[in-house]
């Protein structure tokens, strides 16, 4: 009896001990030798309010005057991921309504960016690219903004424009797979994108998963995929939280960890607004993974402490046979600067308070892996390979 007392002591010592998270970026498995590695730029929401999109259809750079100060350091990544609020609905008014495309301007009618719904023109798709971005989440609050007919329009511009996305499916195409794939330097990485609201819309066909209602579904998902051996790496990309607070809630921590339990490999979160905490975690099977709750705005029409954001630098590592580890985590502070409206990197802004915007994103994120413009982008620093 007290050897089964002693084991079931050692048995839940154990998993407390597994089961741990922890604000210090610092992975153990940063430095063993691989046989390749990968490279991961997130950042936050893409939300271009009236006054950026003024901007991008009147200048000759498009929505990439928006990005192009901060473009060098999203190419420097193998991928670059970023959540796009709204769709790219080409002559789709509010409610759905099919009408003539006015082209790329700001006309409040086909293409808008207040009143809490959004549409842009699909020229932002390219300007994406061109900025460095390869792989665009389309999950969130702002899917629905020109009703279903709008998120099958935005499937259509994504593929003419051979854009890798994630997140919605055409109301007509169920059964594709929820996941997206990309294969960099022979690394599989699955990425899944859901969204906790819809801002009301009815998803009456599931274009959309859910990070709540459909929690089950995507902790299959994930599970299935953890199975095949072709999959390297899960990263799971939900639009959550509660907005304009840095302290990530119950849900979100929950979710998180269950999703990392059923075998993801890192959640990048957004939708606050603001930039939330970045944590490690460590699986009850041992594995060191990253949450990202939330990356806040990368750029929109909003102010305060809503224009500080982070390029969060996530690295993969992997060996023939294995599945891929992180193996570290950096990130470069950015923030938004107006007139003209654009992304920069803090220390380079002109207009941002920078002492009071590194004292809070260095309370959210472990201040040891930041990174300058001086600096070589590399998750894991620590290392001489």
């Known amino acids: 009896m007290k050897k089964a007392f002693v084991l079931c002591l050692i048995l839940n010592f154990t998993s407390a001990f597994a089961q741990t998270t922890s604000k210090e970026l610092s992975f153990a498995k940063q430095c063993p030798k691989a046989d390749t590695k990968a490279t991961i730029a997130a950042v936050g929401d893409i939300l271009p309010h009236t006054g950026l999109q ?20 999203l190419q420097k990544a193998d991928v670059a ?13 509010k409610g759905g309504k099919l009408v003539k495309d006015p082209g790329p301007v700001l006309d409040n009618k086909v293409y808008t960016g207040t009143n809490f719904v959004f549409n842009y023109h ?27 007919i709008g998120v099958d329009l935005t499937v259509d511009a994504f593929r003419e424009q051979q854009m890798p996305y994630v997140g919605i499916l055409r109301s007509d195409e169920l059964q594709t797979p929820r996941h997206t794939l990309t294969q960099v330097n022979g690394i599989n990485i699955a990425w899944i994108s859901c969204s906790e609201h819809l801002n009301g819309q009815k998803d009456k066909h599931g274009q959309v998963l859910r990070c709540g209602e459909n929690s089950a579904t995507i902790h299959s998902l994930i599970q299935n995929l953890a199975k095949d051996t072709s999959v390297d790496a899960i990263i799971v990309t939900p639009h959550w939280g509660d907005e304009y607070i840095h302290k990530a809630n119950k849900k979100q921590r929950k979710l998180a960890r269950e999703f990392l339990e059923a075998g993801a490999s890192a959640i990048i979160g957004s939708h606050p607004h603001v930039l939330q905490e970045v944590e490690k ?8 993974t990253l949450i990202a709750y939330s990356l806040g705005n990368f750029i929109a029409g909003q102010g305060n402490m809503k224009k500080l954001s982070a390029i969060l ?9 294995q599945k891929a580890w992180v193996n570290g985590v950096t990130y470069l502070p950015v923030w ?12 380079d802004s002109t207009q941002a308070p920078k002492k009071e915007a590194l004292k809070l994103i260095r309370s959210l994120i472990d201040p040891t892996r930041e990174l300058s413009s001086k600096g070589e982008v590399t998750p894991d620093f620590d290392c001489v390979n």
């Open 54 to 73: 003024e901007q991008s259809y009147k200048s000759k750079l498009g929505f990439f005057s928006l990005f192009h100060k901060v473009a060098p350091w």
């Open 81 to 93: 991921y970023a959540n796009l609020e709204g769709p790219t609905a080409k002559g789709v008014a």
């Open 122 to 148: 699909p020229r932002i798709i390219g300007d994406l690219a061109v900025s460095g971005f390869d792989l665009i989440s389309l999950a969130n609050n702002h899917t629905f903004d020109r009703a279903s």
């Open 281 to 288: 975690y460590v699986t009850a099977d041992n594995r060191e």
């Open 313 to 321: 630098y996530m690295g993969l590592s992997k060996r023939e046979g």
């Open 336 to 347: 938004t600067d107006r007139g003209p409206h654009t992304v920069n990197l803090l220390e």
